[in-house]
Protein backbone atom coordinates (compact mmCIF):
# COMPACT_ATOMS: atom_id res chain seq x y z
CA UNK A 1 0.00 0.00 0.00
CA UNK A 2 1.20 3.54 -0.90
CA UNK A 3 0.38 6.55 1.40
CA UNK A 4 -1.16 7.86 -1.12
CA UNK A 5 -3.82 4.72 -0.61
CA UNK A 6 -4.27 5.62 2.57
CA UNK A 7 -4.47 9.29 2.15
CA UNK A 8 -7.35 9.10 -0.50
CA UNK A 9 -9.13 6.37 1.40
CA UNK A 10 -8.78 8.75 4.39
CA UNK A 11 -9.86 12.22 2.60
CA UNK A 12 -13.11 9.79 1.36
CA UNK A 13 -13.72 8.72 4.56
CA UNK A 14 -13.85 12.10 6.03
CA UNK A 15 -16.21 13.32 3.41
CA UNK A 16 -18.10 10.62 4.01
CA UNK A 17 -18.75 10.94 7.84
CA UNK A 18 -19.11 14.94 6.88
CA UNK A 19 -21.85 14.42 4.13
CA UNK A 20 -23.76 11.38 6.53
CA UNK A 21 -23.55 14.11 9.50
CA UNK A 22 -25.19 16.90 7.51
CA UNK A 23 -27.72 13.85 6.37
CA UNK A 24 -26.44 15.58 2.35
CA UNK A 25 -27.52 12.73 0.42
CA UNK A 26 -26.26 14.43 -2.72
CA UNK A 27 -23.06 14.34 -1.31
CA UNK A 28 -23.10 10.95 -0.25
CA UNK A 29 -24.10 9.78 -3.65
CA UNK A 30 -21.04 11.87 -5.38
CA UNK A 31 -18.79 9.57 -3.37
CA UNK A 32 -20.41 5.77 -4.96
CA UNK A 33 -18.48 5.08 -8.04
CA UNK A 34 -21.07 4.43 -11.16
CA UNK A 35 -20.41 0.62 -10.69
CA UNK A 36 -20.89 0.44 -7.15
CA UNK A 37 -21.11 -2.95 -5.25
CA UNK A 38 -23.67 -2.84 -2.55
CA UNK A 39 -23.78 -5.93 -0.04
CA UNK A 40 -26.66 -5.42 2.10
CA UNK A 41 -26.86 -8.55 4.88
CA UNK A 42 -29.68 -10.48 6.08
CA UNK A 43 -32.60 -12.58 4.56
CA UNK A 44 -35.06 -9.50 4.28
CA UNK A 45 -36.97 -7.45 1.15
CA UNK A 46 -33.71 -5.61 0.73
CA UNK A 47 -30.79 -7.92 0.91
CA UNK A 48 -28.76 -9.05 -1.47
CA UNK A 49 -26.05 -7.36 -3.77
CA UNK A 50 -26.81 -4.28 -5.82
CA UNK A 51 -24.51 -2.86 -8.29
CA UNK A 52 -25.05 0.37 -9.61
CA UNK A 53 -25.56 3.61 -7.74
CA UNK A 54 -29.40 3.79 -9.41
CA UNK A 55 -29.95 0.63 -7.72
CA UNK A 56 -28.55 1.18 -4.42
CA UNK A 57 -30.80 4.81 -4.75
CA UNK A 58 -33.44 2.39 -5.49
CA UNK A 59 -32.82 0.79 -2.39
CA UNK A 60 -32.34 3.46 -0.23
CA UNK A 61 -35.43 5.41 -1.14
CA UNK A 62 -37.52 2.25 -0.65
CA UNK A 63 -36.42 1.94 3.06
CA UNK A 64 -37.19 5.54 3.56
CA UNK A 65 -40.77 5.20 1.91
CA UNK A 66 -41.08 1.61 4.30
CA UNK A 67 -40.23 4.00 7.12
CA UNK A 68 -41.71 6.86 6.23
CA UNK A 69 -38.89 8.85 6.52
CA UNK A 70 -37.90 7.40 10.19
CA UNK A 71 -34.98 5.82 8.89
CA UNK A 72 -31.80 7.27 10.16
CA UNK A 73 -28.05 5.95 10.40
CA UNK A 74 -25.25 7.89 12.44
CA UNK A 75 -21.56 6.91 12.47
CA UNK A 76 -20.96 6.79 16.10
CA UNK A 77 -16.76 6.66 15.87
CA UNK A 78 -13.65 7.46 13.94
CA UNK A 79 -13.43 5.82 10.75
CA UNK A 80 -10.43 2.87 10.48
CA UNK A 81 -8.22 3.09 7.66
CA UNK A 82 -6.55 0.07 6.33
CA UNK A 83 -4.72 0.72 2.94
CA UNK A 84 -8.42 1.08 -0.11
CA UNK A 85 -10.50 0.28 3.01
CA UNK A 86 -12.13 1.78 5.66
CA UNK A 87 -14.66 0.82 8.25
CA UNK A 88 -17.23 2.92 10.37
CA UNK A 89 -19.30 2.15 13.65
CA UNK A 90 -22.62 3.16 12.91
CA UNK A 91 -25.87 3.13 14.87
CA UNK A 92 -29.15 2.92 12.91
CA UNK A 93 -33.11 3.15 13.77
CA UNK A 94 -36.28 3.32 12.18
CA UNK A 95 -39.98 2.98 12.70
CA UNK A 96 -42.82 0.90 10.60
CA UNK A 97 -46.39 0.95 12.27
CA UNK A 98 -45.68 -0.48 15.57
CA UNK A 99 -42.55 -2.16 14.86
CA UNK A 100 -39.32 -0.20 15.74
CA UNK A 101 -35.50 -0.92 15.21
CA UNK A 102 -32.11 0.02 16.86
CA UNK A 103 -29.13 -1.61 16.41
CA UNK A 104 -25.56 -0.72 15.98
CA UNK A 105 -23.38 -2.23 13.21
CA UNK A 106 -20.00 -1.74 11.05
CA UNK A 107 -20.00 -0.01 7.11
CA UNK A 108 -17.47 -1.16 5.36
CA UNK A 109 -16.53 0.44 2.13
CA UNK A 110 -13.97 -0.32 -0.45
CA UNK A 111 -12.08 2.78 -2.32
CA UNK A 112 -11.19 3.05 -5.56
CA UNK A 113 -10.23 6.18 -8.08
CA UNK A 114 -11.21 8.53 -5.04
CA UNK A 115 -14.52 7.11 -5.11
CA UNK A 116 -16.43 4.62 -2.78
CA UNK A 117 -16.69 1.35 -5.37
CA UNK A 118 -17.93 -1.26 -2.71
CA UNK A 119 -19.56 -1.13 0.58
CA UNK A 120 -20.54 -4.32 3.22
CA UNK A 121 -22.88 -3.84 5.91
CA UNK A 122 -23.39 -5.35 9.16
CA UNK A 123 -25.79 -5.39 11.66
CA UNK A 124 -25.54 -6.37 15.26
CA UNK A 125 -28.79 -8.49 15.74
CA UNK A 126 -29.44 -9.56 11.75
CA UNK A 127 -32.63 -11.64 12.69
CA UNK A 128 -34.13 -8.50 14.63
CA UNK A 129 -33.19 -6.71 11.88
CA UNK A 130 -34.69 -9.07 8.66
CA UNK A 131 -37.93 -9.37 11.13
CA UNK A 132 -38.02 -5.31 10.94
CA UNK A 133 -37.61 -4.72 7.61
CA UNK A 134 -40.41 -7.97 6.48
CA UNK A 135 -42.58 -6.31 9.02
CA UNK A 136 -46.06 -5.44 7.07
Do not use: C
Not at 12 to 38: P, R
Not at 102 to 120: L, N, P, T
Amino acid sequence: MTSTTTSTTSAVAGQYLSAMAAKDFAALGSLFAEDIVWHQPGNNRFSGTLVGVPAVQEMIAAQMAFTQGTFDLVTTGAPMINGDMFAVPVHFSAKHGDSEISMDGFDVHRVSDGRIAEVWLFSDLQQGEDSFWDAE
